[in-house]
């Protein structure tokens, strides 16, 4: 029986608060709030910036035993064109930047990236509260102008942990390219991410594929139908715009379920998140799984 963990991409975003969190509630207590509701979390801030180990501890100290944090990794590992204000004060100096003012990619950075990230995550490993790890790709990272060994040593850097990739190139899946990705994936046991986004042939819109290449987990993460919001949406609210209805929600729940038949675990993240558009799918999908006895989560 697969264990099915239902979240959302952060749990601190704007819209949550003014339409989904009780209005007089503390921000202290949003993260309870919202364990209450949820097991399991996509922190989102980290792609952005490193937290402090006390802020990652005081995550733990806040959310029950059972609680699971994924982590999507910083910008700079995840090949985002990424300012040198993005890292932490200590390496700004030691980044080399091209000529437009952005960090360039090296071993040595990677390393440091790395080592600052997983120290700060460290309180999760020694809470037992440390999901998937998410390497969010970008759009420009496709296969005509890079290769998927370009990753392998961050790879390294984050062996042993769970590493789920989502590429946002929909020619990594493309024709011949997609038995190439898939052993890729395969040989370094990490966890594709499937994906619910717009039914629209564009090279920024993955089709939503089920692909099967961890040996215990697998991950969907649905970002809306929108397909003007996400191509051409200015705001992450604009991007992932959409509310969907309660047949869409069975839908994916009855994709979840088979893509999940062979696996340990299976993580449903909605990362829709205009207003209160995500936590509130998220939570109909809760239902909509308890409605269906064979299945845990």
């Known amino acids: 029986m697969s264990k099915i963990l239902v979240g959302t991409a952060s749990w601190s975003d704007l819209g949550y608060i003014a339409e989904w969190y009780p209005p007089t509630l503390p921000a202290s207590q949003r993260l309870p709030w919202y364990a209450q509701h949820f097991d399991m979390v996509e922190v989102n801030s980290t792609f952005y ?11 733990c100290e806040q959310t029950p035993e059972n609680f699971t944090f994924n982590v999507k990794l910083h910008r700079f590992l995840s090949r985002h064109s990424t300012g040198p204000d ?5 390496l700004r100096y030691e980044a080399e930047l091209d000529s437009s003012g952005r960090v360039i990619v090296t071993p040595g950075m990677e390393d440091a990236v790395v080592t600052r990230m997983l120290e700060a995550l460290e309180p999760f490993e020694r809470c037992n509260k440390l999901g998937v790890l998410l390497l969010q790709l970008p759009p420009s990272f496709g296969p005509r102008r890079h290769q998927l060994h370009e990753l392998e ?9 769970k590493l789920a990739v989502e590429l946002r190139n929909r020619d990594w899946v493309e024709g011949i390219q997609l038995e190439a990705t898939t052993e890729f994936f395969h040989s370094h046991n990490l966890v594709f991410v499937s994906v619910d986004t717009p039914a629209v042939d564009h090279f920024k819109l993955m089709p939503s594929i089920d692909i099967t290449t961890h040996a215990r987990i697998g991950y969907l993460r649905a970002h809306g139908r929108n397909a003007r919001g996400y191509l051409t ?3 992450v609210a604009e991007r992932f715009d959409y509310d969907y209805p309660d047949e869409e929600l069975e839908e994916i729940a009855e ?5 999940s038949e062979s696996l340990d675990e299976m ?7 205009r207003g209160a558009y995500a936590p509130k799918a998220a939570l109909k999908m809760k239902q909509v799984l308890e409605s269906k006895p064979a299945w845990a989560f």
Do not use: E
């Not at 040593?153 to 942990?161: D, E, K, V, Y």
């Open 49 to 59: 910036s490193i937290p402090d180990k006390r802020t990652t501890q005081h995550w």
């Open 86 to 90: 993005f890292l932490s004060p200590d």
């Open 153 to 161: 040593h961050l790879l390294s850097l984050l062996q042993g942990h």
């Open 233 to 235: 949406g200015r705001t």
């Open 255 to 259: 994709r979840a379920i088979r893509f």
């Open 267 to 273: 993580h449903i993240v909605f990362n829709n998140n």
